[in-house]
């Protein structure tokens, strides 16, 4: 096998911390007999070790420091071109039944998946550095953080895992030295990057995963998709919290009042934009503040949801990002930061499409390849990424290492749709909401290998995400909601509803601070509505829309539902829940046939 991590020697003093935890040091063990690394690195997260990794990084040609003045503390990283999207159908859900993982996952038997992998894991790392990285996920001193460990073969893996976790001797502490501690196993190698040999597979009664083949953030960052997502689900259901697939952000009002909205969107349908928000002129007064872009743990206390981002970083699209986009998510990254898969410009600066200002008259564009603005291919991989620490984030909460978490006042589902979906509605109810939340759909993006813009049904925004079955997924909604005295109100939002002539009606980015105030103040109680057969809908005169340049016929259009449009997307909705074969609790049936009835009334 191709060695495509050559092993790294550090000094004495870096690389050596190994837990107390003999469990731990048992499981290092065997996974170290099994893939025969040259030597183990035991990192500690700090900043001696980032230094030596990033100077490896150097020589081996995995990372390219970028310019320092420009673009200080910051490097990028080209991936394997076979290598740059989440891949779903090599995602594996490896429950003891097939009706655990359920329909909309793929299933693979566990034994034979443990045994496929160690036959792919026999020797891979010889030759190779075996790094131990000891992560948290969750504020410090949060009841829903969980611990967990990777093992990986990959030197950007352990230096995007310091940006992404709260990664080294705070894991090791909280771990300590009790023998049945939870704790997450997490087992990565490169192998040789071939998309044959390529599995993401995850074992969550044993709190495992393994991935192999892949370099892609998605699907080796595995405290990230993989434990705070497929497996953070599964265990939340049996322990009684929720792992969503959220962004979390604070509204501020003028008079000081503050209300925390969670949101869920498939992926690259503007998660981090929405999250880093800042309010247009006209909002004088209003702060929108960033608790998490990507990822909401979130648990019930006095009848109240409570959300926390287990997160440390963001991991975020490239292309599209400017000042005009996301002013916040630009600065966050103008340092400290690791690119992956955009362009190089010849002053060692990083581009992409969509930044602000001409394009460079010439690059290296991803593949590291001449590239000028005549060149057919694009010079950033339209799911090029951004790596970078929340704590460069202007925006940033001040209540993001809050162990109880931020409570939540609204829940917001979204997609892209082109047609039927108005600007925002809002659910009757709490179940209502969760029928929202399972019936939502969305154009597909190149965050996920596969066709882009089909319109596929994504529950919740956790297709790719949900550790079980999708059924018990919406059950356990259903259940969270019984224990909620005072449930988020939950809203359904479409940024991307088009025109007649195929031109977006809705200007989005800061401007959806309109769609938020008029959130905040249903939450509040002072916002106006109309009742419609999807729930309750902005009136012509209830959002804010003072100071914007749009026309009314766009409004109109915008919160317009078309009966006939409706007809079909309900149908749409049955055929969803009849594809996942007898899986859908009967309340969500039931909200079907209300939502039906209520269009003949
Ligand atoms: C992501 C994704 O990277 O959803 O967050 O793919
Ligand atoms: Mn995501």
Known sequence: MKNTA???????????????????????????????????????????????????????????????????????????????????????????????????????????????????????MRGRTMFVVPYIMGPPDSPLTKVGFEITDSKYVVLSMRIMTRMGKIALERLGNDPKAEWNRGVHSLLDVDPARRFICHFPQDNTIISVGSGYGGNVLLSKKCLALRIGSYLARKQGWMAEHMLILGVESPEGKKHYVAAAFPSACGKTNFAMLIPPKHFKGWKVTTVGDDIAWMQVRDGRLYAVNPESGYFGVVPGTSYKSNPNAMKSIARDSLYTNVALTDDGDVWWEGKDGPPPAHAIDWRGNDW????????????????????????????????????????????????????????????????????MASETTAAAAGAVGQVRRDPMAMLPFCGYNIGDYFQHWLDIGKRLTHPPLIFNVNWFRKGAGGKFLWPGFGENMRVLKWVINRCEVNGGALQSPLGWLPGPHDLDLEELDIDHKCVAELLGIDHGEWQKEIAEHKKFFDSLGGVVPQQLLSQRDQLAARFTE
């Open 6 to 124: 050559p092993a790294i020697f550090a000094p004495d003093g870096i690389g050596d911390t190994k837990p107390i935890n003999q469990a731990m040091l048992d499981w290092v063990h065997e996974i170290g007999t099994l893939t025969e690394p040259e030597n183990i690195f035991w990192c500690d997260g700090s900043e001696r070790e980032n230094e030596f990794l990033i100077a490896e990084s150097l020589k081996q040609n995995v990372l390219i420091k970028l310019n320092e003045k420009k673009v200080p503390r910051s490097y990028l990283h080209r991936s394997n071109p076979n290598d740059v999207a989440r891949v779903e159908r090599f995602t594996f859900i490896c429950t003891p039944t097939k009706e655990e993982a359920g329909p909309t996952n793929t299933w693979s038997e566990p034994a034979e998946t443990y045994s496929k992998l160690h036959g792919l894991l026999k020797g891979a």
């Open 372 to 439: 000028t603005p005549e060149s057919k291919e694009k010079a950033a991989h339209p799911n090029s990424r951004f790596t970078t620490p929340m704590r460069n984030n202007p925006a940033l909460d001040s209540d993001v290492e809050e162990g109880k978490g931020v409570p939540i006042s609204a829940i917001i589902f979204g997609g892209r749709r082109s047609d039927t979906v108005p600007l925002v509605y809002q659910a009757l109810d709490w179940d209502h909401g969760v029928y929202l939340g399972a019936t």
